[in-house]
């Protein structure tokens, strides 16, 4: 369900061609939000289109079509960002694995916190670089598309490395404490 908001904002960032949206899904938007192929992206383009949600703005070489967002796709995308999300399946398989943790040997289980601190320290620096300086604002004075869901990344990043470290510490702990013996 949350493909054709996807679409609907970036269409009301501006016109795209199916191309052009498949190659956001393949980039930043794809790595840290939400992953979409051309299988499901034409389709729902289609749908969006049978629901006057998008329209077509232009048809090119080789019958390539360019969609732009219609104001009932800005009401629809509006009135879907101002609700707040109700329960819902959950489904983060980067969670269940930290549900899971425990069932690794010590050594094991230092290797993939050692691994979520690394990696979150690459993120970190690599998010950081992007936003530093001064907060950037387009010519239509808002902020570019993406920025504070960078700014959202960039924390949640900060946020693992130090859950990382904690539980690594956390890990210490229970590993150097001698066994419990029960008689």
Do not use: C
Not at 35 to 47: K, T
Not at 50 to 60: R, S
């Amino acid at each position: 369900m949350a493909l054709r908001y996807a679409l609907l904002g970036l269409l009301s960032e501006r016109p795209a061609s199916g191309y052009d949206l498949a190659k956001a899904f393949e980039g930043e938007l794809g790595s840290y939000a939400w992953h979409a192929g051309h299988n499901r992206i034409y389709p729902e383009l289609a749908r969006l289109v049978d629901e006057g949600l998008i329209k077509h703005a232009d048809e090119g070489a080789r019958g390539r079509r360019t969609y732009a967002v219609t104001e009932a796709g800005r009401t629809e995308l509006r009135n879907w960002l101002l609700t707040p999300r109700t329960g819902g399946a959950v489904r983060n398989e980067p969670v269940l694995r930290l549900f899971l943790l425990s069932a690794l040997d010590p050594e094991d289980a230092r290797k993939v916190l050692r691994d979520i601190a690394d990696s979150s320290e690459r993120q970190i620096a690599e998010l950081g670089e992007a936003m530093a300086g001064d907060t950037p604002v387009s010519p239509d004075g808002r902020l570019p598309f993406g920025w504070l869901a960078a700014g959202y990344g960039l924390r949640q990043y900060e946020a693992a490395h130090d859950w990382a470290l904690w539980a690594l510490g956390e890990l210490d702990k229970v590993t150097r404490r001698p066994p419990t013996s029960h008689p």
